[in-house]
């Protein structure tokens, strides 16, 4: 009992236990709170990295897919004819083929089934419906994760409509939403002729056939000196600068404020047009960041008043400090922002005698 009882009073003697008062809990938050701050830039530059590797990769899968069509055809894939048009599954894959780069490619990123999407059909109003199935249907491969989410974004109403059928006669459609990339192929070095001509076309495929390359050139500007152009049939040996020093493909710069609305002239079109400034870009000025407001024709103050629309079109990423640049060997190489703007245009003409 007399155990028991010292026990008791010991238990007794201890007093309440003490808990944390209001300034400790203030110092274990703050202390919580610097943690963090110094962990979330570390998770974001994380993620950011992830993203990026994922963006080289397609672009990779792009340049690829380039290189397959013209092991098969013996070309890299045409330009097509211009912006509103969207590409024929049933026009070859030529100079006759209205629809662009990313639309020729298809079949070597294992999208056959969306390339001949309205290919055999006679009726016009039905291949018609089902190209627009196409144009709406997101393809991940051609979309950098930094930027935007692989989906179908609203056509703004004050763009024209797309010829969607090419035989047996023109269909134009606007329709509500198409998908869109964040690549572009390398139309050249942007030096003058070369420059961007515009994004226009004849308006009909029997006009477009009836002209002679003659007659092409002088209505839409010579052809330049990179690998993708309108109606462009460009060949290994036309590449005199060598594939490891020219550029194939890029990212492309894009004014983040007009991606969900579709009003930018760099990004108003659809993924598989044809010759336009949506799916190519030149090497004119360094590639940029995306920034809002910002257009690169700036750094330069390069007008377009001869060429209908505000020049260099530049490639560029939403990434921190680097574009991914696909050569025409099928490797791909980050380009930063501070590159030498005459390295960068020595590795977007093919055959200016110089390299990066």
């Not at 300034?23 to 202390?31: H, K, S």
């Not at 639309?103 to 999208?111: K, Y």
């Not at 696909?326 to 791909?332: E, I, L, N, R, T």
Request: aromatic residues 6%; neutral net charge; proline residues 8%.
């Amino acid at each position: 009992m007399e155990g028991i009882t010292v026990n008791l009073a010991r238990c007794r003697s201890a007093g309440p236990r003490r808990g944390l008062t209001l300034v400790e809990l203030l110092v274990v938050v703050a202390i919580v709170a610097v943690l963090v701050a110094l962990l979330i830039p570390a998770v974001q530059a994380a993620r950011e990295a992830a993203r990026q590797t994922q963006c080289r990769v397609n672009l990779r899968q792009l340049a690829l897919a380039c290189l397959a069509h013209e092991n098969a055809l013996g070309f890299f894939p045409t330009g097509g004819w211009g912006g509103a048009w969207v590409g024929d599954p049933d026009r070859g894959s030529r100079e006759k083929q209205p629809g662009g780069w990313a639309f020729n490619i298809l079949p070597h990123v294992e999208q056959t089934a969306i390339h001949g999407l309205g290919g055999g059909v006679a009726d016009a109003d039905a291949k018609a419906d089902l190209v627009a199935i196409r144009l709406a249907t997101p393809v991940p491969v051609f979309t950098c994760p930094t930027r935007r989410a692989a989906a179908a974004w609203p056509l703004a109403a004050s763009k024209a409509a797309f010829n969607l059928v090419a035989v047996p006669t023109t269909v134009s459609r606007r329709p509500a939403t198409v998908v869109r990339g964040d690549y572009a192929a390398n139309m050249g070095s942007g030096d003058m002729p070369n420059r961007y001509r515009s994004g226009a076309s004849p308006s009909s495929v029997l006009a477009g056939d009836a002209m002679s390359d003659a007659a092409w050139h002088a209505t839409f500007g010579p052809p330049p000196n990179g690998l993708v152009f309108r109606r462009s049939r460009i060949r290994v040996r036309d590449v005199p600068d060598g594939l490891t020093a020219t550029y194939l493909l890029g990212e492309k710069y894009v004014d983040p404020a007009s991606i969900a609305t579709g009003f930018s002239d760099d990004d108003d079109q659809c993924l598989y047009s044809g010759h336009d400034r949506d799916v190519l870009r030149t090497g004119l000025e360094p590639p940029s960041r995306d920034r809002s407001g910002f257009d690169p024709v700036t750094i330069s103050g390069v007008s377009g008043s001869t060429n209908k629309f505000p020049l260099p079109i530049a490639f560029g990423s939403p990434h921190p400090d680097t574009c991914g640049m696909a050569m025409a060997d099928g490797s791909v190489r980050p380009v930063e922002f501070a590159v030498d703007p005459a390295v960068h245009r020595a590795a977007a003409g093919r055959s200016d005698g110089h390299s990066p």
